[in-house]
């Protein structure tokens, strides 16, 4: 019975406070608008955040803890001295690779790249910037390459110097029209004024904040230091059977590197570079972490304002509804009816604000992901925390008001004017 009454308080609480924000609608618009804006912010950005997250850890973990590169300069170089200072190192040469390749007992696979920036053209089209890598064989085993047609070069093809390649999808669509990649095989392209044929065409990667990743040309390696130059420094990347060797594998070159350097313990610069994956992971993780932790920082101050606007909107129907309440005291009504009515009445107006917001977040962060290409992951958690934020909000900002109601004395509230 009691339950029964209690239930009873609580939906006609609701319908007071639903009743309340149809009366009041440009009210109810002002209050509501703090809670909807630090709603919307935080499911925007926890949506769009964790579609890159996706996207990025996709993109950047094809190898898995398995494979790591060894080059010159670091993949990240934050200021001038570090550069200056970097660039005095010696080159990674064919040779370094062929020592790890021999020397290194955990290393399962090792490949050369040999990395530029190139104009490519078919007749009177052309596209620009065009990654062109001059790759060993077993680098497309490494970077896990798959080709929906044609073929790798031979071993033979390679050291022959023979100008053939794999293109991305890209090139199809820039210097082909969008044909089919089956009729692009045996086609002739120019790299920077040097004819290569197309002898495959590898699986499309997609795209990474935006950015497409299949707008490429690869080379076998000895075409590539023909193009780029034998004495520039190369990219080794090594490969591991499995994850467990990954470290060891890391130390082992490591110490073949710096023997074929000549240094020694005191020496505290390798003199080279040792990355994996995880160090773009990390980058990226950097940056979007300062950007999730400011927008997060906007929007509680916005859910700080809406729970004190809300305040402010419920002590001023307390106020207006004086008499109503010491009505309902005189017939019988307990402080805790009073309170609990008040209450609520406060959670609802914030929990329909942050409904609201959750709705205008997603919708937000689908605008945001179709105009500028972002990746989106809608997840629900993100949703239920929106909602629960927003009932934390309407309890704590409602508690003094539905306290201050509840302590009215019934003969004060009904001669209150």
């Known amino acids: 019975m009691a339950f029964t009454a209690s239930f009873s308080l609580i939906i006609e609480s609701f319908k007071l406070a639903l009743r309340s924000l149809r009366s009041n609608k440009l009210r109810t618009f002002l209050t509501l608008l703090g809670i909807i804006v630090g709603v919307t912010s935080v499911i925007s950005v926890i949506t769009i955040i964790n579609g890159l997250d996706s996207t990025v850890a996709n993109a950047f973990s094809a190898q898995g803890s398995t494979a790591f590169s060894v080059s010159k300069m670091p993949l990240v170089i934050t200021s001038r001295e570090d550069f200056i200072k970097f ?29 530029g920036i190139a104009l490519v053209k078919r ?7 065009v990654s062109v890598r001059g790759l060993s064989l077993p ?18 093809e390679g050291k022959s110097g023979r100008n053939v390649c794999v293109i991305g999808t890209d090139i199809i669509e820039n210097l082909f029209e969008g044909i089919s990649p089956a009729n692009v095989i045996g086609r002739e392209i120019k790299v920077d004024g040097v004819p290569f044929r197309i002898q495959g065409v590898a699986d499309s990667f997609g795209k990474v904040l935006g950015f497409s990743r299949d707008n490429f040309v690869y080379i076998p ?25 990954f470290e060891e594998a890391k130390d082992e070159v490591r110490s073949i590197m710096r023997n074929r350097r ?5 020496d505290k610069d390798d003199g080279f570079s040792v990355e994996s994956q995880d160090a773009f992971i990390g980058i990226y993780q950097n940056a979007t972490s300062g950007i999730y932790f400011a927008t997060i920082g906007v929007a509680l101050i916005s859910l700080v304002v809406g729970g004190i606007v809300v305040m ?4 001023v129907s307390v106020t207006e509804r004086t008499k109503e309440i010491g009505l309902r005291k005189a017939v019988g009504a307990r402080q805790t009816d009073i309170l609990l009515q008040f ?24 605008a945001l992901s179709v105009a500028l290409g972002f990746p989106l992951l809608i997840s629900p958690q993100s949703g239920v925390l929106g909602v629960a934020v927003s ?3 309407g309890m704590v900002s409602g508690i003094y008001p539905a306290w201050r109601a509840s302590k009215l004395s019934p003969i004060d509230a009904m001669r209150n004017e």
């Open 221 to 245: 390696f000895e075409a590539g230091q023909k193009m780029f130059g034998a004495r520039n420094s190369i990219t080794i990347h090594v490969q591991v059977e499995n994850s467990d060797l």
């Open 391 to 393: 009932f934390f909000v």
């Open 343 to 366: 209450l609520i009445e406060a959670v609802t107006v914030t929990m329909v604000g942050g409904a609201i917001g959750v709705l205008t977040g997603y919708g937000l962060a689908y």
């Open 123 to 129: 007749g009177e089209n052309r596209s620009e910037n």
């Open 139 to 156: 680098m497309f085993e490494i970077e896990n390459v798959t080709l929906q047609s044609g073929r790798l070069w031979t071993d033979q």
């Open 262 to 266: 000549k240094k020694s313990f005191a």
């Open 312 to 315: 402010n909107i419920m002590l």
């Open 87 to 115: 660039n005095k190192r010696k080159d990674v040469t064919r040779r370094d690779a062929e020592a790890i390749n021999r020397l290194c007992q955990n290393c399962w696979r090792v490949g050369m790249a040999a990395n």
